[in-house]
């Protein structure tokens, strides 16, 4: 994940950096062609996150149940048994927290990613309009 993050910090920066004015069609095509590729690499990422955040919330629920279930069979009440559980399932939801943390950042900066990506497509029509624009008015008559 880190090496995708950085190539994406890259191109990030790249377009973040561009003066008023840049025209370079074909780099920006480049660009927009690369980090294309890499939300898609985010987007696989963010579904194996998801599918951890998952794994981790049935385990903490069935843990708790599990554990609830005991304490009910020696004799406890069903709102102290679920307190107790709770209490003893401590670490798996803090396992349930940091996978959904996780997902959680990858779906933004995949959120954030698809918003430059239209910014780009965006960016490169207006180029190209302007080229055609240009290129018109060079075979005008005089």
Do not use: H
Request: net charge positive.
């Amino acid at each position: 994940m880190k090496q995708t993050i950085n190539k994406i910090s890259e191109i990030v920066e790249f377009w973040s950096g561009l003066k008023r004015g840049y025209n370079n069609i074909e780099n920006l095509l480049y660009m927009e062609q690369k980090l294309s590729g890499y939300s898609y690499y985010l987007a696989e990422l963010l579904s194996e996150f998801k599918e951890n955040y998952n794994i981790a919330y049935f385990w903490r629920k069935i843990n708790t149940n599990k554990r609830k279930n005991a304490f009910i069979g020696t004799g406890k009440t069903a709102a102290a048994s679920e307190c107790m559980a709770i209490e003893k399932t401590e670490e798996e939801l803090r396992k349930e927290i940091d996978a959904e943390t996780i997902a959680y950042k990858a779906e933004t900066l995949l959120k954030q990613v698809n918003k430059i990506l239209d910014s780009m497509r965006t960016r490169i029509s207006y180029l190209k309009d302007e080229l055609k624009q240009t290129r018109f008015e060079r075979n005008l008559p005089k």
